[in-house]
């Protein structure tokens, strides 16, 4: 059973600070992608990373894919109060049923 | 432009009563389709997808329901809800492995 575990759960900053998030998994993953959701609202895709040690930045959002593609991580630079959202990174490991597997999510508050 | 509608934004639903939840996308043929169940501040539970008209896969055993009537729509359904079937449910589409989701649909049974 595939498996994305994300850490931190929580996270309570101020705004300015910078902070990385974590999902790693002991399988390997064809693709990850990084979501943020805002309270009663879908999910919505922030980036996808597909080569292993591939390297994406979003303004001031930074993603990276392992070498081994098995975790990823997303390092904010200078939070923002807009930035406060659930973050979930999911994976996709299933062929063409398009299944992904979701982490269990970082809820970042970023105080101003 | 491809777009996911899903209704209702919230509902209030007693113990013992049916459920039906809808998702139609708009802009694409033959998508592949999910639901999705999310308790508060945490990760997606896949609950069912489907490939195809009639075709539904079920991820875990559950009190819940799905049907594809047609390409672009599918139902979330339950004959008689229970306490533990409240949450967040989303339906979802996907494109090259990236998943684009509804607003959700926020399920409180009493």
């Known amino acids: 059973t595939q498996l994305l575990e994300q850490s931190p759960q929580f996270l309570s900053i101020q705004e300015g600070e910078n902070l990385t998030v974590y999902c790693n998994s002991s399988?390997?993953?064809?693709?990850l992608q990084w979501y943020r959701q805002e309270p009663g609202e879908g999910p919505v895709l922030l980036v996808t990373?597909?080569?292993?040690?591939e390297v994406k930045k979003l303004k001031r959002l930074t993603f990276q894919f392992g070498d081994a593609r098995k975790d990823s991580s997303l390092h904010i630079t200078a939070a923002q109060p807009g930035d406060t959202g659930l973050y979930l990174c999911?994976?996709?490991?299933?062929?063409?049923?398009?299944?992904?597997?979701f982490g269990q999510g970082t809820t970042l508050q970023v105080k101003p | 432009s491809q777009t996911i509608h899903q209704w209702p934004a919230t509902l209030v639903q007693p113990v013992g009563s049916p459920l039906s939840l809808e998702c139609t996308v708009e802009?694409?043929?033959?998508?592949?389709l999910y639901w999705y169940r999310q308790a508060a501040g945490r990760g997606l539970q896949l609950l069912f997808y489907?490939?195809?008209?009639?075709?539904i896969s079920s991820e875990v055993p559950q009190n819940l329901s799905a049907s594809r009537p047609q390409d672009r729509q599918f139902i979330l359904s339950s004959k008689k809800l229970l306490l533990s079937d409240s949450g967040f449910y989303l339906c979802?589409?996907?494109?090259?492995?990236?998943?684009?989701f509804g607003q959700g649909t926020r399920l409180t049974v009493v």
């Open positions: 979802a589409w996907n494109q090259k492995g990236e998943a684009f």
């Open positions: 399988s390997v993953f064809s693709s």
């Open positions: 990373v597909v080569t292993g040690g």
């Open positions: 999911a994976g996709d490991g299933s062929g063409n049923t398009g299944k992904l597997i």
């Open positions: 802009g694409t043929s033959n998508p592949n």
């Open positions: 489907s490939v195809g008209i009639g075709q």
